[in-house]
């Protein structure tokens, strides 16, 4: 397995800021880390959460490489302005949130770059937390091109009628018939965006389309479990998180 770590094995990797066509062929600012040598190794595209295209999702494209996969984070809030990248999330989240429409023209994009690349294999998954876990959903079910979906405690995958707006007018699990990838859910049984009942009701939705998924639910976690440097961080919880995420990778995309 990738991350069966041994003390004599080589390690290297790469990691840069650079440039790609997202939406519309528009230039956006991405982050890619890719581990040393010819490959070939799986991609994975790693999609922001609200809070902005920070720190913890650097740190976050380097685990991946970490673990053997080509990862790139695509800035989904490049068009938005540039700053911190608290300031940069206020601003979008009370504009309303990055529109889907663009988001998933933006994906397509980190995933055509990926599958161009010569050290890229022909599989390619999508993780996201929070808005992003929201987003890997939406990807899994309207582009193709995905081989696995990692969506974890993506909050507004249901959302209510008066929850729908012009930048998110489809909750994604509208689109739960067109899911053709395994999905991958890890969700705190304490969270309020998604609730317990709300991520039942995405189950029961995957299971009426007889879609290969598995969610995993942990008590005594909320919301972003997996951010170390939030109060919402679960240790025990987070390190099982990984653990199942790894395993799923390791099933779909090796």
């Known amino acids: 397995m990738a991350h069966a770590y041994q003390t004599d094995q080589y390690e290297g990797m790469i990691a840069e800021t650079i440039t790609m066509k997202g939406h519309n062929g528009e ?95 022909r599989k390619i998954g999508v993780f996201g937390t929070c808005s992003g876990g929201r987003q890997a959903v939406l990807a899994g079910s309207r ?41 991958l859910g890890l969700f705190g049984n304490d969270d309020k965006a998604p609730t317990p009942e709300q991520v039942n009701q995405h189950e029961a939705e995957l299971k009426k389309h007889s879609k290969n998924y598995e969610f995993h639910r942990y008590d005594g976690a909320g919301h972003g479990f997996f951010y170390y440097d939030r109060g919402a961080y679960r240790q025990e919880q987070a390190v099982d998180g990984w653990k199942k995420l790894f395993a799923f990778t390791d099933r779909t995309l090796r």
């Not at 053997?68 to 601003?91: C, M, Q, W």
């Open 27 to 121: 230039t956006i600012n991405a982050y890619v880390a890719r581990p040393l040598g010819a490959g070939p190794f799986p991609g994975m595209v790693v999609i922001h959460h609200a809070p902005g295209w920070d720190e913890w999702y650097r740190e976050c494209t380097r685990k991946f490489a970490h673990h053997g996969f080509v990862a790139i984070s695509p800035n989904l809030y490049f068009r938005d302005g540039h700053g911190t990248p608290e300031d940069v999330g206020a601003k979008v989240r009370a504009a309303g949130g990055a529109p889907d429409a663009r988001v998933l023209g933006d994906l397509d994009g980190a995933n055509a770059l990926l599958r161009s690349l010569p050290y890229v294999s």
């Open 143 to 183: 582009l193709k091109g995905f081989d696995a979906v990692i969506d974890c405690w993506g909050g507004r995958v249901v959302m209510s009628k008066e929850e729908l707006t012009p930048n998110q007018p489809v909750a994604p699990i509208e689109y739960t018939k067109d899911l053709s990838a395994p999905l």
